[in-house]
Each structure stands twice: as C-alpha cells, then as structure tokens.
C-alpha cells in the first residue's frame, strides 16, 4: 500500500494524566464534541489517529471525492457567526475544500490545542471502583476520564477485500480512504480499480480521464443519479444566510436530515406519464433525497420500489452505448438499500475507448497476481490497482478498540451477535462511554452533520445534567437497551433495506453478524425519542451518585 500521509505537526506536548472527559476521534463529531465541552468548562482532550482534524475528510483524498449533500446544508449549525462568514465555493464541494472548512473551523475555535494527533486510541477499560475509565493510546500513554466519547466515526475503519495474492502485486496500490497526501498521477498507467460504491463511482471518471487504461471490477452495481454540481450563485448563498435559523430547524424536523416535503402518495396508485415525469424532475434536480422520497412506498413496497428500478435502469441504457455494459451497470437490489450515489460523469465513463468493465458476477476474481487480477475467465495486467473496497462500517472503529465495561467485559465480545445499544448512544455494562452517531441511531442513513451535532448536545446535556444532580454514572439498562434493540429490528424489518447485501446490514465483512444498524425511523423522529427521555430524568437509563 503507499506511504502514509504525512502533515506538518505542532511538537509533542504531554498527555494530562486525568481530565473530564476523553475524546476520540477529531473529525465532526469530535471537533464539535471538543467545543462543547470546553464551553462547559470541563476539561477535555481529543485523540486522532490521523495528523490533522476533518475525519473522513482528511483520509478519503481519491480524485472526485466529494459529499453528496449540498454544502449550505453539510455543515456545521452551532455557530452562528461560522455560518454567516463561511462561504462555500460549490453545491457539492470537493474533498479539499470540505477538508479546508473543518481546519477553519479548528483555526477559529482553536481546537488543536487539545488534539493528539497521530496517536491512535487502543484500549480503554471502566474502573468499577473509581467510576472512571482508563484510557490507553499506542504510545503507551494513559489518562484517566470521568467521561468517554468515541466520536471515531461510522465510515473510519477502511477494508481491503478477502482476495488471495493481495500482497503479491509488485505495482503500486492504493485504498480510496488512505489516499497519500500528494495524490496520484495515473498518466500513461494501466490501472484496474476494484469497488463501485460511492468511492469508485466516484473516482472512476476522473481516474479514466488521466489513465492509459481504466479496468472497472463490479461485483455489484449501484444506482447512481448525475449531481449536476455547480458554482454556488452569491444570491443563493444571500437567501440561505437569510433564512438559516429556519433551515436548520427545518433539518432537524425531516428524515434524512435533509428538509424536502413529505411524500404522500404512493407510486403505484398515478399513471406511468405522472411517475416518469417525477422521476425526471428527481434525475434533474441532482438530489439523492428528491429521487428517495418521490413517493410514500419507496422504501416499503417492492413493487412501488420497482419502478424506480425501471426508471434507473432505461436512463442507463439510455447514456451508455454498449448495451452488455449498460446491463451489467444495471443493479437488481431494490433501489436506495444500498446507499445510492451521486455521481459526475459516471455512466458516460463507460462510453470512452479506454475503459473497461468486467462483472465479476460472471467472471469472478480468483485472485491478484505479481502482475496484476486475474478473473476466472482472464488475466489483467495493470500498473496500479485501486482498492474502493469500502469500510466495516459503523462498528469496526468502536469493536478496533480494546473496550472493556463492567467486569471487564469486553465491547466486541457483549456484540458479537450484532451491536446492541440504547438510542445509538450507549451501551448497558459500559457506564460514562457515549458514541457519537452509533449504531442503532439514524447516522449513515441521513445528512451526518445534522446527526452528530444532535448526539453531541444530547450526550453534552447528559453530561450536564448528571454534575447539576451531583451524580457520577449514567448507564442504559438492559431493559431498556433490548427494547431499542427491538424497536431499531422493527423499524428496518418494515422495510425494504433488509433485502441487500449492504454494508448497513454487515454484509460486506466476512463473519460479521447480519444486523441492519442504524436506525430507519427517521431524524427528526429520532431526535423527539431523545428529547422526550431526557426530559423523563434520562428514561431507560441506571443513574448513579
Ligand atoms: P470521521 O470523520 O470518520 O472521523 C473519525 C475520526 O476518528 C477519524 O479521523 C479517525 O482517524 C479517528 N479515529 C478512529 N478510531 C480512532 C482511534 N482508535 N484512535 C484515534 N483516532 C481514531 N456523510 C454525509 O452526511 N454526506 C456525505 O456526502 C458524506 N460523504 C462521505 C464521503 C466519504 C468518502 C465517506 C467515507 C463518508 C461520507 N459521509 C458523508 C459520512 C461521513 O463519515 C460523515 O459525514 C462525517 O464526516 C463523520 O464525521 P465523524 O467525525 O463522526 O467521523
Ligand atoms: P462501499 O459502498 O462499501 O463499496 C465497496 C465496493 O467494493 C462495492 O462495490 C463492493 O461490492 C466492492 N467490493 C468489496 N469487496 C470486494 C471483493 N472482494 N471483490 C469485489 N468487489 C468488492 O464503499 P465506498 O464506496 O467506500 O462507500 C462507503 C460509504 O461511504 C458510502 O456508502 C457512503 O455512505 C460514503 N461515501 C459517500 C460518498 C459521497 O458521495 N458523498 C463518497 C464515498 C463514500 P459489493 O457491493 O458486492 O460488496
């Protein structure tokens, strides 16, 4: 794999021995997290594995990386003063000027100075005497926090596929989330790239544009939407600026995190002309959310979910001109189970000389060779191989850590049939741990910005609220832990998300419990559920002085 990115770091300072609260994790959530705390004048820190903030935008540098939710609604609310002065270039900004946001937002409320960077959390055990946790880094530090929060991130924990010969390949390789800093110059290169989730769709484009040769291996095939990403006009900027407090409120009431109106009808009760002319305007408008909430029954009637299916499925066939490809780029899981893409270009990739996509549903890889894959039918050879092969999703970074609760029992044991949690937040046997957007919460399945900023204030609160009581513990009970448990199973069972192989469910790592992890209720339901308890003295959990 290439060389690890390498930033320029302040010089090392030492690591307190005790503080409120410890945070992992320098990303959003922990950033944010960092703020809070310190406003409430408690004394935090912040470990990062990486050697600077932003997260998921500082390790996923691939060409053509970008968000998929508009920037004036992918960022940060908490700050008024932040909002007015930030000013956003683009609708869907790429992964640099994403990056170049969260240093501002570091720089403006000096945040560095309680991050460790490059230092990686690897342990951390809850002392039942002391009511603390003990909390270990890979430098053989420790500090001791009345508080834990892993803010560490449901996308963090980068995957390499099960392939023999992996380590074989005498080329470079690189993953889409270990990107090197300096990026790649694939001019003249062969390259065959494996992995088309939102990485590879992607990076496709704007790899095929430098590369000699560009080799697409498909296991599945996604459905993706064009972004029509643009500048940002000065008066839409204006207008949004005028409007924020409602917009924000607006986010936090909707599903997805993303206010669009709530659909009522459903798809198959108007007429094909009607359906088609509403999946245009979802197609044009550059908008995953349009596409997804067009009609009530989307994401709960098969046959409704069909004909969006179809719909997709004549726009492919339309762009791409091979019709073997364009079949093959045709996905049959029913649509946005998987999470869907937005893409530049992506289909029309397909029509340039120089690509080529092999379905690995028919030609399986066997395994990648000295030169390069080769498939049961074929062998490749490429001067460089992209891995867009993903993450263990939402637990990998929680279950990466040493996490041991009460009784020493570790985090990645109590979830070995799938991850249990009360509201996504915490977990029973595991006093004063919070996650920031953990499973069994909303998370990945809405705009993750509005997410996090709602479990750091609820987890903030929490906090809060335990030192104006004089208490010392808060624990969800095992009660109340299962009937979430059960609630989350429910909510995603009426659903259609079950009926994919997806990275929700786990499916994508070998032996991983098959259990679909966030919650499919809704934000703004979710974040009703929360208050409400709250206001109940932290229903469902054990408080302790
Ligand atoms: P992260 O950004 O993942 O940050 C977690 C940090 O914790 C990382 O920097 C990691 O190094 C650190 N860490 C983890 N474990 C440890 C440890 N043990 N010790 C020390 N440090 C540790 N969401 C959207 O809503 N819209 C989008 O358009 C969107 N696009 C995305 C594009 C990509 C390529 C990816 C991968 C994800 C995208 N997401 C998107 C999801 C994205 O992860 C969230 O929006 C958000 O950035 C998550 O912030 P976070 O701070 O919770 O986690
Ligand atoms: P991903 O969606 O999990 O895609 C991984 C791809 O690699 C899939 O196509 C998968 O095929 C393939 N793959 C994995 N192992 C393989 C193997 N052994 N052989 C062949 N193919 C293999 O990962 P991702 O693309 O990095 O995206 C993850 C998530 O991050 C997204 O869903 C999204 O939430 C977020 N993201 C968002 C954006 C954005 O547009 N803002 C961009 C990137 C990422 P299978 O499907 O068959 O497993």
Redesign the pocket.
Known sequence: MSAPPSDSQPASRAVPSSVDVVVVGAGFSGMYLLHKLREMNLSAVAFEAGTDVGG?WYW?RYPG?????ESLAYSYSFSEDLEQEYEWQER?PTQPEILRYARHVADRFDLRRDIFFRTRVNAAAYDEQGRTWRVRTEHGDAVTARFLVMATG??SA??????PGLDRFAGATYH??HWPHEGVDFTGLRVGI?????????SIPVIAEQAAQLTV??????YSLP?RNRRLRPDEIAAMKANYRTFRQAQKESGFGVPTPIPTKSALEVSDEERDATFERAWESGSLVNLLTAYADLSIDQAANDTAKRFIHRKIHQIVEDPRTAADLCPEYPVGT??P???TGYYETYNRENVHLVN?RRT??VEITERGIRTSDQAYEFDVIV?????D?MTGALTSVDIRGRGGAPLDEAWSAGPRTYLGISSAGYPNLFMITGPGSPS?LSNMVVSIEQHVDWVTDAIAYLDHQGLTTIEPTQEAEDAWVDHVNLIADATLYPKA???YMG??VPGKPQVFMPYAGGVGEYRKTCDEIAAQGYKGFALSV
Not at 158 to 163: A, F, M, N, R
């Open positions: 998921t996923n990386a970008r968000v998929d939710v869907y449901c996308l980068s995957k390499l596929p099960e392939i889409t989330a494996i992995g088309t989730g939102s990485s590879g769709v992607q291996f498909q296991r599945t095939p996604a972004a998987k999470r893409c937005l893409d690995l399986p890889i891995y867009a092969t993903g993450f999703a990945v192989n997806s990275w499916a994508n």
